[in-house]
């Protein structure tokens, strides 16, 4: 999974006409600085090829935390399938690789005088900037839900305390009892994440607490890889998973976290034992600060280059960007954090841009040895990213053990091979 360096530098670097780089413009790009904010699937990727494919380059990674826990993986951890520890990572391979780490919060941008403000006072200068910040949740769109009631009804849609919190409740929660989830309206992160996260909570249950009941209260009429999941979670849980829709009145409207009970836009009201509340999301909030994101709250890009359509010079990656059909996943932000490398790159080299062609992979674990997957391929359009024809791939309905199988083998060495790639190398 692991791209070869010469590989990419042939695809995008020199897959088009290269132009000559005249003396003053090596110069200038032997002093250019490019800042990047947020250390994940995204800003990694892109501070790591920026130094690949541009060594001249001033690489700086703005990110608060010294290791870094990714969503991916985190539900295995929910079933006890992963450590905690396994889904962590630091930043030593980033700068062996000659990026310069700063461990602190970006507060705000100035993209006029092309800054960067440090929580810690500090002002970073740059040339390029490229955003990765992942989402903010929109605390209160729920009424009732804000960052105190996660407290009590955790989101656990960033990996961390609140993943922890979680864990921790379903071990507490007794045999018998209805673990409730709320699944927001699209767009989101990891469109498949909630369904996975069912499936992993019951591979917990079904080891530890067998009565144990799962619902799903969705905003939706329909999910990602949805007769995948409906078929995995009855050949292994059998009717533990219950997932109700929105024409079923599964939109949430209303949560009070202490009695642990949400309302229904009909006025249905569930009672849970555990309450994971998945609220709806926006950029995070350092792309509003550098005015980057419009009314919907995420960061309109350019399909050729992840470059803002509002903000000159800056590049929004992941789960921030609004990027047409390409979902928001780990698989997607690595891709688009190389893409956006090489067009940086090529522009303070004075080289033409790669061409843009992104690809996604998402994988999904139903259960030990059953996994499904979902594929596109994406290229830029008049500035817009649209899908590839008929290049859309998804795991068959009534495919065998052995295929399911391969399939949770692919998933894992997926996520062994793309954190070599960003943080372990």
Known sequence: MRPDRRA????????????????????????????????????????????????????TLVEPAKRFYTCPFSNLYLAGLRSWESIGHNYDGLRAAGVEIVHERADDVDAAARTVRLANGKMLRWDRLVLSPGIDLRWNALEGYGEAAAELAPHAWKAGPQTLLLRRQMEAMPDGGTFLMVVPDNPFRCPPGPYERAAMVAHYFK????????????????????????????????????????????????????????????????????????????????????????????????????????????????????????????????????????????????RMRPIASYANTCYSLIGPGYGISVAGVYHAHEGRLIDVPHSVGISPLDADAAFRAAEARYGAAWYAAISADIWDR
């Open 207 to 350: 080891q530890h607490k067998p009565r144990s009941k799962i619902i799903l209260l969705d905003a939706k009429a329909n999910f990602s890889k949805k007769a995948l999941f409906l078929q995995g979670w009855k050949a292994l849980y059998g009717d533990m998973i219950e997932w109700v829709g929105v024409a079923q009145d599964g939109q949430v409207v209303r949560v009070d976290a202490r009695a642990l009970e949400v309302e229904s836009v009909f006025g249905t009201r569930h009672k849970a034992d555990v309450l994971n509340v998945i609220p709806p999301q926006k950029a995070g909030s350092i792309a509003e600060r550098a005015g980057v994101t419009d009314d919907s709250g995420w960061a309109p890009v350019k399909g050729e280059n992840f470059e803002s359509e509002r903000v000159a010079g800056i590049h929004v990656l992941g789960d921030a960007a609004f990027a047409g059909p390409m979902p928001k996943s780990g698989f997607a932000a690595n891709n688009q954090g190389k893409l956006a490398a090489a067009a940086i790159a090529a522009e303070l080299s004075g």
């Open 8 to 59: 990419v530098l042939g695809t995008a670097l020199y897959g088009t006409a290269a132009l000559a780089a005249p003396s003053i413009v090596r110069a200038q790009a032997a002093s250019a600085r490019v800042v990047v904010v947020g250390g994940g699937f995204g800003g990694g990727t892109a501070a790591r090829y920026l130094r690949q494919l541009a060594p001249q380059l001033q690489v």
